[in-house]
């Protein structure tokens, strides 16, 4: 390695309660989670290239705005096509934003950058991440602030895929306590219609996931007395990961990493909490009534979401 920074940034690592995490400042992502030496999430090397969004923020939106249109304010807005495939602008801005490192101590790092004001997203918003270890897992905390003078929709999630223990998705087991599943065009995966969880989206018991595909978000989470959910995935000693949110994050988008590449192809399984649907900018083209959980940052106005990784 020359003596530049390593492809993925600045490098950040933190330890506490039998974990330690490493944080790559590109995307301020999440490179790599262990639990007392056990991968919980797929990783990759600092002098590496992303690969697949592992462990990145999404932020001012996670997932997909179709076609890269909205209209927000009675403003019609078009934004860059980062998934040219199928023709949409995926997981936001700052994904391959260098983050600023602004704490860094033994159990807990915080990132920052500012999203500029630019053609498709007119305003600035500041996103500050907090990644902290104790001995209950990874908590993490995304807070977008509008730092500008204009309203910006807002909507934020992380992208881990999780890795339960020996071999791939296909021998795990899934528990995803959510009521409704949001439908999805096969070719493009425009969200179409919101719907009870039904065949092979009823994940609400402990579930093997064999051969089956998953690229969609679900709604209308079980939850305890404290508003929390939990996605829990398990390889078959019983050991895995779980992540829990509360009632900022009121969508989860999981996927079996189904991919050509053959070395991520079902290597581990995307669960993303996010604060709002797919498409959610375009709310108003889903079917039914759908909260779509859509945040709109007035000016001086911030708003936090938070999740945690843990080990099973």
Same mark, same amino acid.
């Given at each position: 390695?020359?003596?530049?920074a390593?492809?993925?940034g600045?490098?950040?690592? *933190?330890?506490a309660?039998?974990?330690t ?6 995307? /301020? ?11 919980? =999430? ?15 923020v999404?932020?001012p939106?996670?997932?997909r705005?179709v076609?890269?249109r ?28 260098d ?6 101590? @033994?159990?807990r790092?915080?990132? @920052? ?10 305003? &600035? =918003?500041?996103? &500050? ?11 993490t ?7 500008g003078?204009d +309203?910006?929709p807002?909507?934020t ?6 890795? $339960?223990g ?12 959510a ?7 096969e070719?493009?995966? *425009? ?5 009870? =969880?039904h065949?092979?989206f ?9 051969? +089956?595909?998953i690229d969609? @978000?679900?709604?209308?989470?079980? +939850? ?6 939990? *996605?829990?995935?398990?390889a078959?000693d019983?050991?895995?990961?779980? =992540? @829990?949110?509360g ?11 189904d ?6 192809? &079902?290597?581990?399984?995307a ?5 709002c ?23 001086g $106005?911030?708003? /936090?979401?938070?999740?945690t990784?843990?080990a099973?």
């Amino acid at each position: 390695m020359s003596s530049a920074a390593p492809r993925s940034g600045t490098q950040t690592s *933190i330890a506490a309660g039998g974990y330690t995490a490493d944080i790559a400042s590109v995307g /301020a992502t999440l490179r790599a989670l262990r639990h007392d030496g056990r991968d919980l =999430v797929t990783t990759f090397d600092a002098d590496e290239v992303r690969p697949v969004f592992r462990g990145a923020v999404l932020a001012p939106w996670p997932n997909r705005v179709v076609d890269g249109r909205y209209t927000f304010d009675g403003v019609e807005q078009e934004l860059a096509l980062t998934e040219p495939k199928r023709s949409h602008a995926l997981h936001g801005l700052v994904a391959w934003t260098d983050f600023a490192v602004l704490e860094h101590d @033994a159990d807990r790092v915080v990132l @920052a950058t500012t999203v500029q004001p630019q053609e498709g997203y007119p305003a &600035r =918003v500041e996103v &500050r991440v907090e990644y902290r270890l104790d001995a209950d897992g990874l908590h993490t905390t995304i807070t977008g602030t509008n730092t500008g003078d204009d +309203r910006a929709p807002w909507g934020t999630g992380p992208h881990p895929y999780l890795v $339960a223990g020996a071999g791939t998705v296909d021998d795990w087991t899934l528990t995803l306590p959510a009521a409704e599943v949001l439908e999805v065009t096969e070719d493009r995966l *425009i969200p179409t219609e919101l719907v009870p =969880v039904h065949d092979e989206f009823d994940l609400r018991q402990p579930t093997a996931i064999g051969s +089956r595909f998953i690229d969609h @978000a679900f709604t209308g989470f079980d +939850r305890d007395a404290d508003g929390t959910a939990a *996605i829990t995935v398990t390889a078959a000693d019983g050991r895995g990961v779980r =992540v @829990a949110f509360g009632t900022d994050c009121g969508w989860a988008q999981v996927h079996t990493a189904d991919h050509v590449v053959p070395e991520y192809h &079902r290597s581990g399984l995307a669960v993303e909490p996010m604060t709002c649907a797919p498409n959610a900018f375009n709310a108003d083209a889903f079917a039914g009534d759908v909260d779509a959980g859509l945040v709109v940052l007035e000016p001086g $106005a911030a708003h /936090a979401a938070t999740w945690t990784i843990s080990a099973v």
